[in-house]
C-alpha cells in the first residue's frame, strides 16, 4: 500500500494499515515536514534494550514518538496514561544522546478522551500535521526531556 501523496485521508489510511505501517505512515508525516526520521529504533543503555516507533529529529528538538494503532472502539484512559508513563522512562535513557531536547509524543489512529497527560501530547494521526506545524505555539506546557 502506498503512501498518500497529500494530508487528505490519513485517518482512514491508518484504519487499513497493520502497526508497523501506520509507524511508517508516522514517519512519512514527520518527514513531509522536514524531520530526519528512523523508524523502528532501538537503543540499548545500561543493559536496557528500548525500542522506539519514530524518532524525527528537527532543528532544535527531537520527537521520540509512541504510536498507538488500537483499534475496536476508544481504549480506557488508565491505559493511555500508562503507555504515556512507560513512554516518558523510555525517553530519558536516550536524553543524552542528542544535543537538543526530547519531545515524548504518542501519536494514535483516533481522537482519545486524553489530549495531554504529563504533559506529553496525545494526537490522533489526522492531527499529527497540524500538531507538527503549531505544537510550540498550542499553549501546552509540553514535556521536554
Known amino acids: 500500500m502506498e503512501l498518500p501523496e497529500n494530508m487528505q485521508d490519513i485517518q482512514g489510511l491508518g484504519r487499513k494499515l497493520k502497526w508497523q505501517w501506520f509507524e ?3 514517519a512519512w508525516v514527520f518527514e513531509q515536514n522536514g524531520f530526519d526520521v528512523s523508524a523502528g529504533t532501538v537503543r540499548i543503555k ?5 525500542q522506539y516507533d519514530v ?11 509512541d504510536c498507538k494503532r488500537w483499534t475496536g472502539g476508544r481504549y480506557k484512559s488508565s491505559q493511555l496514561r500508562r503507555a ?31 489530549l495531554i497527560h504529563s504533559g506529553v501530547p496525545v494526537v490522533p494521526i489526522d492531527r499529527l500535521n497540524r500538531f507538527i506545524n503549531s505544537w510550540e505555539q498550542s499553549g501546552y506546557e509540553i514535556r521536554q526531556i
Do not use: N
Open 24 to 26: 511508517k505512515l508516522t
Open 84 to 114: 504515556v508513563e512507560m513512554h516518558i522512562e523510555r525517553c530519558s535513557l536516550i536524553c543524552q544522546e542528542y544535543g537538543k531536547g526530547i519531545i515524548p509524543l504518542i501519536v494514535t489512529l483516533m481522537q482519545e478522551d486524553i
Open 46 to 50: 545500561d543493559g536496557i534494550k528500548r
Open 55 to 65: 524518532l524525527a529529529e528537527g532543528h532544535r528538538y527531537v520527537f521520540a514518538v
